[in-house]
T-cell receptor, first 114, second 113 residues
């Protein structure tokens, strides 16, 4: 029940296309869903996050779509660029519970072809 | 601006030797995490420190692995009698609390020959 399942494991998208990465969770107590971006040789860094009171959050070319009833959330990258090539991790937690950790997805390696 | 720092950045050791990896978290962050990331793989949780609470050691793969943290400052991850399968990048992260945004260091790349 604590797992976050992420798919696909890898993704190749043409420059200018839309990249979509999906995550699913079981624990309905989760109330915070961040996405992290990791470039080779670097640690992951927070990209965008959403709480379940909204169904969508957009920051520039990056959008999180959240479906509470389906217990799924996804990251959409519009107009994908070669610089977006990285590994993306979704995660979930119960925000406000200081003893509760982020539960991580397995990651998606995204390659944007020029 | 001081982020999370880790040292050394690279460590090459011989099988059977002990290694010690260091993490300096962001000042004021009560939560600190260690993760292992094998080449091309996801984040493998190792250990979690939250303030003065007992650490969550549930991710440590064997008794060769241990970690310490003094108060809300530096943490060290120790691997005794290293094995080749210990080769990986060891990432440290800190956050204001357990559920908050985690800020990662650059990692220590450990190679066991």
């Amino acid at each position: 029940q604590q797992q976050v399942k992420q798919s696909p494991q890898s993704l190749i998208v043409q420059k200018g296309g839309i990249s979509i990465i999906n995550c699913a969770y079981e624990n309905t107590a989760f109330d915070y869903f961040p996405w992290y971006q990791q470039f080779p040789g670097k640690g992951p860094a927070l990209l965008i996050a959403i709480r379940p009171d909204v169904s969508e959050k957009k920051e520039g070319r990056f959008t999180i779509s959240f479906n509470k009833s389906a217990k799924q959330f996804s990251l959409h990258i519009m107009d994908s660029q070669p610089g977006d090539s990285a590994t993306y991790f979704c995660a979930a937690s119960m925000e406000g519970d200081s003893n509760y950790q982020l539960i991580w997805g397995a990651g998606t390696k995204l390659i944007i072809k020029p | 601006g001081a982020g999370v720092s880790q040292s050394p950045s690279n460590k090459v050791t011989e099988k059977g030797k002990d290694v010690e990896l260091r993490c300096d978290p962001i000042s004021g962050h009560t939560a600190l995490y260690w993760y292992r990331q094998r080449l091309g793989q996801g984040l493998e949780f190792l250990i979690y420190f939250q303030g003065n609470s007992a650490p969550d050691k549930s991710g440590l793969p064997s008794d060769r692995f241990s970690a310490e943290r003094t108060g809300e400052s530096v943490s060290t991850l120790t691997i005794q009698r290293t094995q080749q399968e210990d080769s990986a990048v060891y990432l440290c992260a800190s956050s204001l609390s357990g559920s908050d945004t985690q800020y990662f260091g650059p990692g220590t790349r450990l190679t066991v020959l």
